[in-house]
């Protein structure tokens, strides 16, 4: 039986897929307008994805039992997600899973990108070389990488004192410390490296952990062939710390505190004078409160003699200064995943997000070339069927009469 195009079951399905295929290529397309600095943030996440392959085959090595495992929380399969305090003899504090997992997203190097472009956009020139000054804890290893990637991408250089100490899920696991972590990384992905490092922890001596614990934390930092910064108080580490920074250079463009070292952030009291993100000068609202506040706890304390390394950079050598805490608001700030429910294949994909520029769902180019592609085949069908009919009836009507 004569049957055409437009009344053959398979043809009508066949254009019905076609015009499915069609919509969902319109509705998943977006136009994508990409901010200044766009090519830096990219390269510095590239960067980071390399060094986070390395370091997960560097704690396959140094971790056997984990090269066997896949850690689910381990979202970008880093390596560097430590254990939980119970698990771990050198963990100075408490910390936040959900934090330590944020900041090995390879897109968190972005981030000091654009911290360093609010400060000057001449430091991400990469035909100079500018300086910063660094202060690392082993808490956020992955923060600490994401600052290395953002350096190399744009030919900074840091001039970085480390301390060994970490909060739980950081780099607390004893073959594991970021003494560790940074030499492995240094000559193979990075050519920079800490000057020295010191405890870290309670008064920057790690005063909480045990004397055997904190032997064996000084014999990692020396076994990295790292120089060790020992004191007898805060304000000696502090200023051990000033006296390398200002022997290292005199011409800092910015200083980038990471985690919450006592040295460079002070106590709970001065640490919340800066806020999380870029300070170009203390939160003065936030010191006026505390300047105001009464607390019998504080009398007699001299809670302003200690002025921590963040502070001096800030007031004493008008520096910009760049905190790195609080993670869970940057990352709400600057469009990144934080907590379980925020991570998809989308969010987690190289690029994404805010720091990098703004999608606009349905691409208008895509949408028109699927609505053309449409009625194309609609045509076809409709013009294909009725030239079907034309030559058939060209057929009966030439037949022989008998």
């Not at 689910?72 to 771990?88: A, C, E, L, N, P």
């Not at 000057?120 to 690392?136: E, R």
């Not at 921590?308 to 800030?314: A, E, G, N, R």
């Not at 690029?351 to 691409?363: D, K, N, S, V």
């Amino acid at each position: 039986m004569f049957r055409p195009y437009i009344k053959r079951t398979s043809v009508l399905v066949f254009v019905a897929v076609i015009n499915l295929l069609l919509v969902y290529i319109s509705y998943i397309s977006y136009e994508f307008k990409a901010f200044e600095h766009y090519d830096a943030k990219i390269k510095s996440t590239q960067i980071m994805k390399d060094a986070l392959r390395s370091t997960k085959n560097f704690s396959n090595d140094k971790i056997p039992s984990l090269s066997t495992q896949s850690l689910s929380y381990d979202r970008f399969d880093s390596g560097i997600i430590g254990v939980d305090s119970t698990s771990s003899s050198i963990t100075t504090k408490e910390g936040s899973l959900y934090s330590k997992v944020a900041v090995t997203n390879p897109n968190f190097s972005a981030l000091f990108i654009q911290l360093f472009s609010e400060i000057d956009s001449s430091l991400l020139n990469p035909n100079k070389v500018d300086t910063i000054a660094v202060s690392y804890t082993g808490s956020f290893p992955g923060a600490n990488i994401a600052l290395l990637a953002a350096c190399k991408a744009v030919n900074i250089y840091p001039v970085i004192i480390s301390s060994i100490g970490s909060s739980s899920w950081g780099a607390n696991q004893i073959n594991m410390t970021w003494a560790d972590i940074e030499n492995h990384l240094y000559g193979n992905i990075f050519e920079y490296r800490s000057s020295a490092f010191s405890l870290g922890g309670d008064q920057d001596r790690a005063d909480e952990l045990s004397s055997d614990i904190k032997e064996l934390l000084k014999m990692r930092i020396a076994d990295n062939n790292y120089s060790i910064i020992e004191s007898s108080s805060l304000s000696e580490s502090i200023e051990k710390r000033m006296e390398l920074y200002l022997a290292k250079s005199k011409n800092y463009k910015a200083y980038v505190s990471i985690g919450g070292s006592a040295a460079s952030l002070g106590d709970s009291t001065t640490m919340r004078l800066f806020l999380p993100g870029l300070n170009l000068e203390k939160d003065s609202d936030m010191e006026e409160a505390i300047n105001n506040a009464f607390d019998e706890d504080l009398i007699d304390k001299d809670i302003n003699d200690i002025i921590p390394v963040i502070q001096k950079f800030s007031e004493e050598l008008n520096i910009p200064v760049i905190n790195i805490k609080n993670i869970n608001n940057l990352c709400d700030w600057y469009d990144l995943p934080y907590s379980d429910d925020s991570y998809n294949s989308m969010s987690m994909e190289v690029g994404f997000g805010e720091l990098f520029g703004i999608r606009t769902p349905h691409h208008r180019l895509v949408v028109w070339l699927c609505l053309i592609i449409s009625l194309s085949t609609l045509v076809w069908v409709v013009l294909s069927s009725i030239s079907q009919v034309n030559k058939k009836m060209e057929e009966i009507h030439n037949e022989p009469v008998e």
